[in-house]
T-cell receptor, first 109, second 115 residues
Framework: GQNIDQPTEMTATEGAIVQINCTYQ??????LFWYQQHAGEAPTFLSY??LDGLEEKGRFSSFLSRSKGYSYLLLKELQMKDSASYLC??????????WGAGTKLIIKP | ETGVTQTPRHLVMGMTNKKSLKCEQH?????MYWYKQSAKKPLELMFV???????ENNSVPSRFSPECPNSSHLFLHLHTLQPEDSALYLC??????????????FGAGSRLTVL
């Protein structure tokens, strides 16, 4: 079967750096997405990786290793507003999106 | 108004009621989706429409009935639901189905409680 694994919950301190990992086993690979979802709000797109390496977007970066079936989302200079759930999703060979259960990130002052 | 709008935001219904969820997108996208989001579970894809034609139906019980009258509007008709159907129902749209980055734009969801 197809599976996406990410930690259920993480806690970090304001101003620090946190890395949220995502590992996947899917039938083929056509890209990996990260979305952010604040409580009671819509998930919003953060990043898309289809080639190996690091994609940087301001305070957020996303890394992909296709050979290891692994990605991480790196958040720098954490702010209280970064408290949210972070969803990892992989598009398989049929262009179906396979979703992880999400990582709830709690930022403490 | 821009983005994806869902109404109602909250709905409480009994098991014998009939209700509908509505989704509207103002992005000019050609594909629309219904997802179910339950606590601590991955998003479950329910239905996909491309250019108003249903292209996917992921073994969803018949008590959920989608309708896509045009490329901007999507409905989910609900009938004789079960308590386990209580969840957040998310609508999303994208430029197309399939290749490319094909980023999804989500609505804020309709929180459904079935008593």
């Amino acid at each position: 079967g197809q599976n996406i694994d990410q930690p259920t919950e993480m806690t970090a301190t304001e101003g620090a750096i946190v890395q949220i990992n995502c590992t996947y086993q899917t039938s083929g690979f056509n890209g990996l997405f990260w979305y952010q979802q604040h409580a009671g709000e819509a998930p919003t797109f953060l990043s898309y990786n289809v080639l190996d390496g690091l994609e940087e977007k301001g305070r957020f970066s996303s890394f992909l290793s296709r050979s290891k079936g692994y990605s991480y989302l790196l958040l720098k200079e954490l702010q209280m507003k970064d408290s949210a759930s972070y969803l990892c999703a992989v598009r398989d060979s049929n262009y179906q999106l396979i979703w992880g259960a999400g990582t709830k990130l709690i930022i403490k002052p | 108004e821009t983005g994806v709008t869902q109404t109602p935001r909250h709905l409480v219904m009994g098991m014998t009621n009939k209700k509908s969820l509505k989704c509207e997108q103002h992005l000019g996208h050609n594909a629309m989706y219904w997802y179910k989001q339950s606590a601590k579970k991955p998003l479950e894809l329910m239905f996909v429409y491309s250019l108003e034609e249903r292209v996917e139906n992921n073994s969803v019980p018949s008590r959920f009935s989608p309708e896509c009258p045009n490329s901007s509007h999507l409905f989910l008709h609900l009938h004789t639901l079960q308590p386990e159907d209580s969840a957040l129902y998310l609508c999303a749209s994208s430029q197309s189905v399939g290749s490319g980055a094909n980023v999804l734009t989500f609505g804020a969801g309709s929180r459904l409680t079935v008593l």
